[in-house]
């Protein structure tokens, strides 16, 4: 069935540093993802996307990568703050629906 | 923010009682999807309305119904609650039905006792 997990649950980085998330998924027709945070007590905030037709999408400190030959994306965040402590969703955007993996919590050290 | 509101924050019910959560779309948002997320899980999908219709469903049994609205908000009923409804309800909009980028409210949490 379809399905997008990731990899690590926990992430501690140090203030200032640069933080990766990784996601893979099993649908190989996938054609859009989406990233989302999740702060506590809030619902999923939308971050990045990126559609098959592109391997690198850059926004503001942001930084997705696609890659579909292993089926694997990642969320790279550059100058890790503490205000980006969340949880952080990979999400599969199907045509009806979103199919989110499990989450990973990003702690932010100082 | 998101412009999507959803009420109440919280509830807390019994087993076996009917809940009703509202959502309210941003401006212009023709879509609405309904999501259960349980403590420490990503969200699930239940349901999609778009324009009054519902447009796609998830592995949800049919206590659980919707509702859109011309203004395009729109309601979550759960029937015969049980504890494991226990859970985050979040609604999101989208402009549009097909792969558009979906906008989330702040959710309801619900508490079956």
């Known amino acids: 069935g379809e399905s997008v997990g990731l990899h690590l649950p926990t992430l501690s980085v140090q203030e200032g540093d640069n933080s990766i998330i990784n996601c893979a998924y099993s649908?190989?027709?996938?054609?859009?993802f989406i990233w989302y945070k999740q702060e506590s007590g809030k619902g999923p905030q939308f971050i990045i996307d990126?559609?098959?037709?592109?391997d690198k999408r850059q926004g503001q400190r942001v930084t997705v990568l696609l890659n579909k030959t292993v089926k694997h994306l990642s969320l790279q965040i550059a100058a890790t703050q503490p205000g980006d402590s969340a949880v952080y969703f990979c999400?599969?955007?199907?045509?009806?629906?979103?199919?989110f993996g499990t989450g990973t919590r990003l702690q932010v050290f100082p | 923010e998101t412009g999507v509101t959803q009420s109440p924050t919280h509830l807390i019910k019994t087993r076996g009682q009917q809940v009703t959560l509202r959502c309210s779309s941003q401006?212009?948002?023709?879509?609405v999807s309904w999501y259960q997320q349980a403590l420490g899980q990503g969200p699930q999908f239940i349901f999609q309305?778009?324009?009054?219709?519902?447009?796609g469903r998830g592995n949800f049994p049919p206590r659980f119904s919707g509702l859109q609205f011309p203004n395009y908000s729109s309601e979550l009923n759960v029937n015969a609650l049980e504890l494991d409804d226990s859970a985050l309800y979040l609604c999101?909009?989208?402009?549009?039905?097909?792969?558009?980028?979906?906008?989330f409210g702040p959710g309801t949490r619900l508490l079956v006792l």
């Open positions: 999400a599969e955007n199907m045509v009806d629906k979103l199919i």
């Open positions: 309305y778009y324009r009054e219709e519902e447009n």
């Open positions: 999101a909009s989208s402009l549009d039905r097909v792969q558009e980028t979906q906008y």
């Open positions: 401006s212009g948002h023709n879509t």
């Open positions: 649908n190989s027709a996938s054609d859009y």
């Open positions: 990126i559609r098959s037709n592109m």
